[in-house]
């Protein structure tokens, strides 16, 4: 119940596309959800985050849409280019008093093509 | 403003030694977390430190404990390393159930 479905694995996008990951989570105690972006060799970034109250977060080309029905939340990259090439981690987590602990999804590798 | 510094980037280990990883919040930040990425998965929570004392743990076994200094620094120990144990290791830290800040993580090679 604590996983996070992440798809697809892999994506292939032509630069000024859309990129789009999905993800999907059973424990509807979850109430907060980060997406973060990890270059090879280096640590995830926190790229946007959103909570189970708001159906839609947009952050320059970067959104996330929430279904909360659906268990399902989604990144959108507008406009995508060869330098959002790069894993992105999707993750879910509950708050217990102040002691976040995410769990995250398996990744999507995204390449972007000049 | 220094984000989560950790240290060292890059390390190798013989099976069945132990190792020590180190780790600096970001300033203000009072609660650190550490995380295991293996190659090609996400990462995978380990434990959390508030206050110098663990607080929440994952599914990892007793080899692994952590320690939480009173300048909120923090140090996470494998002993009796396995090849298993092989991966990047993230420090991750925050204050008051906010937004979450990884370092750039220490690479684990057990040989």
């Known amino acids: 119940q604590q996983q996070v479905k992440q798809s697809p694995q892999s994506l292939i996008v032509q630069k000024g596309g859309i990129s789009i990951i999905n993800c999907a989570y059973e424990n509807t105690a979850f109430d907060y959800f980060p997406w973060y972006q990890q270059f090879p060799g280096k640590g995830p970034a926190l790229l946007i985050a959103?909570?189970?109250?708001?159906s839609e977060k947009k952050e320059g080309r970067f959104t996330i849409s929430f279904n909360k029905s659906a268990k399902q939340f989604s990144l959108h990259i507008m406009d995508s280019q060869p330098g959002d090439s790069a894993t992105y981690f999707c993750a879910a987590s509950i708050n217990p008093g102040s002691a976040r602990q995410l769990t995250f999804g398996s990744g999507t590798q995204l390449t972007v093509l000049p | 403003d220094a984000g989560v510094t950790q240290s060292p980037t890059h390390l190798i280990k013989t099976r069945g030694q132990q190792v020590t990883l180190r780790c600096s919040p970001k300033s203000g930040h009072d609660t650190v977390s550490w995380y295991q990425q293996a190659l090609g998965q996400g990462p995978q929570f380990i434990f959390q430190?508030?206050?110098?004392?663990?607080?929440q743990r994952g599914n990892f076994p007793d080899r692994f404990s952590g320690h939480q200094f009173p300048n909120y620094s923090s140090e996470l120990n494998v002993n009796a390393l396995l090849l298993g144990d092989s991966a990047l290791y993230l420090c991750?830290?925050?204050?008051?159930?906010?937004?979450?800040?990884f370092g750039e993580g220490s690479w684990l090679t057990v040989v």
């Open positions: 959103i909570r189970p109250d708001v």
């Open positions: 991750a830290s925050s204050r008051g159930g906010n937004t979450i800040y």
């Open positions: 430190y508030y206050e110098e004392e663990e607080r």
